[in-house]
């Protein structure tokens, strides 16, 4: 059902995209954009200074509520905040250009959750994919209902299904750029176990993600990370076993490979 933009319930999205270099990805995350049925949303696309053919890909494909922000920047998170600066709708998502919606209603489902106010934010399920082939699963991210605490039990939501309300980043902040690694992490932790914003969970699939980014790219990167976020809960004030938490961060791990197949059914 696509969306009637006369009625007041219905949220304005802004869906931001963070790239560079990206000329081999870039095409398929446009192509899952513009086919989504929901249409009242804006793209930000914020690339870092690409020298490759992305912004000839991205100049292939105009939409009328596309904007193109090119430059150096200081990384992702950096980018990523200058996206939420440019922001204009109601609500704020991204996709980055290694992603690519699971199905063309995947922003109606988030915009049909959000059309309660009773909810700050959103999330769902997030399936990795093959770096090279984007059909073959390799690790499914099946998330859940938010309970306090669960930071510090290795748990969080996939932050590339995570829409808030553009009031919250105005509220509480956005990325702290201190982190490398894990900004998106703290980012969420602040916002639920922080600050305790409202948020409903979406039980199904929203986004594919290829397998090599940033923080995925080698094991050094991923205990980078997680030591980033033991510092965020230790900053926050959030009482954690450190042992526990590369326990159960195995534990959730193992069970995304053994679920790679169960997403198509769940």
């Known amino acids: 059902m696509a969306a009637d933009t006369a009625d007041p319930r219905i949220p304005r999205i ?11 990805t870039i095409a398929d995350t446009l192509r899952s954009i513009d086919t ?3 249409r009242d949303f804006e793209h930000i696309i914020i690339d870092g200074g690409s ?27 950096e980018a990523m905040n200058k ?35 009773a909810y700050d934010g959103c999330y769902g399920d997030l399936v990795y994919v093959s770096n090279r082939h984007i059909d073959r699963k390799i690790r499914y991210w099946k998330s859940r209902t938010f309970r306090s605490g669960s930071f510090a039990r290795g748990w969080c939501p996939p932050h590339p299904t995570f829409y808030v309300r553009r009031s919250i980043y105005e509220q509480f902040g956005r990325f702290d750029l201190r982190y490398r690694l894990a ?34 790219k080698n094991v050094q990167n991923i205990s980078r990370q997680n030591k980033e976020v033991l510092c965020a809960l230790a900053d926050h004030g959030l009482k954690v076993s450190t042992s526990m938490f590369w326990v159960f961060k195995i534990v959730n791990r193992l069970g995304q490979f053994l679920m790679r197949n169960r997403s198509q059914d769940l």
């Not at 939420?84 to 049909?112: K, M, P, Q, R, Y």
């Open 14 to 24: 802004s869906l931001i995209t963070v790239c560079w270099n990206a000329e081999r």
């Open 36 to 38: 989504q049925t929901y």
């Open 51 to 77: 020298s490759d053919s992305t912004l000839a890909i991205i100049a292939l494909a105009p939409a009328d509520n596309r904007r193109v922000l090119s430059g150096r920047d200081g990384g992702i998170y």
């Open 83 to 117: 996206g939420i600066g440019l922001a204009s709708g109601d609500i704020i998502g991204f996709l980055n250009a290694d992603d690519t919606f699971e199905s063309s209603d995947s922003l109606e489902t988030v915009a049909a959750a959000l059309e309660d106010p």
């Open 183 to 216: 900004a998106d992490v703290e980012l969420m932790m602040r916002f639920l176990e922080v600050a305790r914003i409202r948020t409903i969970y979406i039980p199904r699939v929203l986004v594919r993600m290829r397998l090599g980014g940033a923080t995925n």
